[in-house]
């Protein structure tokens, strides 16, 4: 069945730094891909998405690739603020099917 | 999170107890979900609904049914709640999207602890 792996955390990394998060997934055919963030005590809202291979989604200077030959999407942040805090999610979904995620990455971020 | 309310936010309930969580939403989208979120193991599907009076199982249905009665309102009961049900439940509805590419509108979450 469908499936997505990201990285494990916490991630803690000082202002200003570089980000990455790491997220394969398994599906046959060709999901939607998707970053969900969710910061303390909210629930979760959509970072940014892309619909097909090699399309790039970005959103609050995050960026990420869909890359069908490694199945990745892997999230990436030029320079990090202590404001992007939060658990990261990556999720794919298909035709006829609810949106699987993966178990979440947790960010901190120090001044 | 405006257009998706879920009552209670927070409650507690001994072994055995029942209960019903409520989602309500104003946004007239026709698929709704619930999911559980537990530390490490991410959000898991427990079940949806792609329109009014149709309902479905996901990923961790057991211990749980549903309702949706109307277009707006899809909730979640709980017949004789167990510790392992101590979780924090989402609320969310779907935008249609192009294809399967919909946004997920979450609510705040409703916290649940089973003693």
């Known amino acids: 069945g469908n499936s997505v792996t990201q990285m494990e955390g916490p991630v803690t990394l000082s202002e200003e730094a570089f980000l990455t998060i790491n997220c394969t997934y398994t599906a046959t055919g060709y999901p939607s891909l998707f970053w969900y963030v969710q910061y303390p005590g909210e629930g979760l809202q959509l970072l940014l998405k892309a619909t097909k291979a090699d399309d790039k989604g970005s959103n609050k200077g995050f960026e990420a690739t869909y890359r069908k030959e490694t199945t990745s999407f892997h999230l990436e942040k030029g320079s990090v603020q202590v404001s992007d805090s939060a658990v990261y999610f990556c999720?794919?979904?298909?035709?006829?099917?609810?949106?699987?995620f993966g178990k979440g990455t947790t960010l901190s971020v120090s001044s | 999170n405006a257009g998706v309310t879920q009552t209670p936010k927070f409650q507690v309930l001994k072994t055995g107890q029942s209960m019903t969580l409520q989602c309500a939403q104003d946004m007239n989208h026709n698929s709704m979900y619930w999911y559980r979120q537990d530390p490490g193991m991410g959000l898991r599907l427990i079940y949806y609904s792609a329109s009014e009076g149709t309902t479905d199982k996901g990923e961790v249905p057991n211990g749980y049914n549903v309702s949706r009665l109307n277009k707006r309102e899809f909730s979640l009961r709980l017949e004789s709640a167990a510790p392992s049900q101590t979780s924090v439940y989402f609320c969310?509805?779907?935008?249609?999207?192009?294809?399967?590419?919909?946004?997920?509108?979450f609510g705040e979450g409703s916290r649940l602890t089973v003693l």
């Open positions: 969310a509805i779907s935008t249609p999207g192009q294809g399967y590419a919909g946004e997920l509108f």
């Open positions: 999720a794919l979904r298909q035709a006829g099917t609810a949106l699987i």
